[in-house]
């Protein structure tokens, strides 16, 4: 990080206000760092949705939304998604660099000897009703592991941080499969240590006592594909939120579970479940034009779920690699004439047609294809978000690691512009309370 440059604010009759250093990073916009705005001129900024705000500097994940350009640790994620495995991507999230041989089997070895949670933790889930959102299970169960392993936590030891993470990238996918496990009334499945990070989880999502699970490698690198598509994305809402609650010191597990409640909105990542519960609302192909109108009407608060994004204002290039892998898995589950699919590949193409979508860059996001491949795979929509906290766990951790080794950090407090009252006096009527 460099000063390039300073701005100097000067009033409507010239008086100068203060200057204000223009810092500049590897890539990407330069910054104005208004620290001293307040000190200077008793002014705060003002940014509803911090669509100008730098909140943190990081050298986790660029983005460059007009180009459509996404790069985990300066890698591009097509490169990524083509040659590497997603816990290949964690290494390199959490590390900086891509691990060699050595060091990703160490990694995975590690990883693998984490993945049962404690046996006292199986009882938080009977408390729940059979049919509770998987959401709001793992937000009670993700948040219930900070009451169980107390052994590593000195978040100002690199060492307890590495074995938090470890612990998160590794329980996080068998809570996520017992949620399921537990809202179909079929028993636990536990972790199979000789298979992989994504043919574990399948397994314990879809295999039971009496029946196993027969890995197809294509649908295998497909999750992986999706879970190395949802790792990062710099300072979204949920990473944010993760790094705001984290700011105060607290509990890594709960900072976590910030994150994932975050994340359950359908602005955010509530986006995958939602395009398919739109898919199933629409029915046919023969009605795809009342929602497209019902999405360009401003009186209704319909949008068409799994386009548009904060960011991405050309495409999103995650949702070219998804589309990607969408047409492999179809093709090979025989399913290229199912109605649902026929029926997302032609709203898709439609809505790429329509005027208003064209004039807004409103693009098919990841999570409009990521739904369809998961629904493919067998899942039920209800478990897509928690499929998309599985994946964005391992972002969440590289950005609260790296906020709590940041030398800067202090706690996240913003300010506001209050429209509230001005001071006034109790009447007299409620004078003789005691
Ligand atoms: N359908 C119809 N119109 C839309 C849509 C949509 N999906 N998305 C945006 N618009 C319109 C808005 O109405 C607005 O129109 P206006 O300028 O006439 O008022 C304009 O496009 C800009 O939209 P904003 O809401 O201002 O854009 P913002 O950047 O705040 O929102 C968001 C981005 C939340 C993703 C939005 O596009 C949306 O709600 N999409 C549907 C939900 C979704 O797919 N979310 C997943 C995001 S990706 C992820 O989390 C991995």
């Known amino acids: 990080m460099t000063q390039s440059t300073s701005v100097t604010l000067t009033s409507k009759d010239s008086k100068t206000l203060c200057e204000l250093p223009v810092l500049s990073g590897t890539t990407g916009p330069d910054v104005l760092d208004v620290q001293s705005l307040y000190k200077q001129t008793g002014m705060f900024t003002y940014d ?49 660099e891509l691990p060699d041989h050595q060091q990703l089997q160490a990694f995975e070895r590690n990883i693998t000897l984490h993945t049962m949670v404690h046996d006292q933790l199986n009882n938080f889930f009977k408390g729940f009703r059979r049919d509770a959102h998987p959401m709001a299970i793992m937000v009670g169960v993700v948040g219930a592991l900070s009451a169980f392993y107390h052994d590593a936590l000195d978040i100002r030891s690199k060492c307890d941080r590495q074995m938090t993470a470890i612990r998160l990238l590794a329980k996080v996918p068998t809570i996520v499969a017992m949620c399921h496990k537990y809202s179909t009334g079929t028993p636990f499945m536990y972790p199979k240590n ?66 994932i409640a975050c ?37 209704d608060p319909f949008r068409l779920m799994g386009f548009g994004h904060r960011v991405y204002k ?38 790429l047609e329509d005027e208003y979508f064209i004039e807004k860059k409103l693009y098919p996001n990841v999570d409009f294809y990521s739904g369809i491949v998961l629904h493919a795979l067998g899942i039920p ?29 202090k706690i996240g407090r913003p300010r506001q512009l209050y429209t509230g009252a001005a001071r006034r006096d109790v009447p007299a009527i409620h004078g003789n309370a005691v």
């Not at 994940?61 to 490169?79: M, S």
């Not at 298979?195 to 029946?211: D, G, H, I, K, Q």
């Not at 602005?267 to 497209?292: F, K, P, T």
Request: negative net charge; proline residues 4%.
């Open 381 to 409: 929509s209800k478990m897509f978000t928690a499929i998309f906290a599985m994946g964005r766990t391992v972002g969440w951790i590289s950005h609260w690691d790296e906020m709590i080794a940041d030398p800067e950090q």
């Open 194 to 259: 000789k298979l992989s990070y994504v043919e574990n989880f399948m397994r314990m999502m879809l295999a039971t006592p009496c029946e196993e699970f027969e890995p197809n490698p294509v649908l295998v690198k497909a999750l992986d594909r999706i879970l190395i598509l949802h790792a990062d994305h710099e300072q979204n809402a949920s990473t944010s939120t993760v790094r705001l609650a984290g700011s105060s010191g607290a509990n890594p597990f709960a900072c976590i579970t910030a994150g």
């Open 314 to 351: 050309n495409h999103d290039p995650r949702a070219k690699l998804m589309r990607e892998t969408c047409h492999q898995v179809l093709t090979e589950l025989g399913l290229c004439d199912d109605k649902m699919f026929k029926l997302a590949l032609e709203l898709e193409r439609i809505a």
């Open 263 to 299: 994340l359950w909105g359908a602005a955010h990542g509530g986006a995958n479940e939602a395009v398919l519960n739109m898919l199933e609302e629409i029915q046919d192909v023969s009605r795809i034009g009342i929602y497209i109108d019902k999405a360009k009407d401003k009186s």
């Open 48 to 96: 509803p949705g911090f669509t100008s705000t730098a909140s943190c500097r990081s050298a986790i994940t660029y983005i460059d939304g007009e180009a459509g350009v996404l790069l985990y640790r300066g890698y591009p994620i097509e490169q990524l998604a083509e040659k590497c495995t997603f816990l290949e991507v964690c290494y390199l999230l959490l590390e900086g």
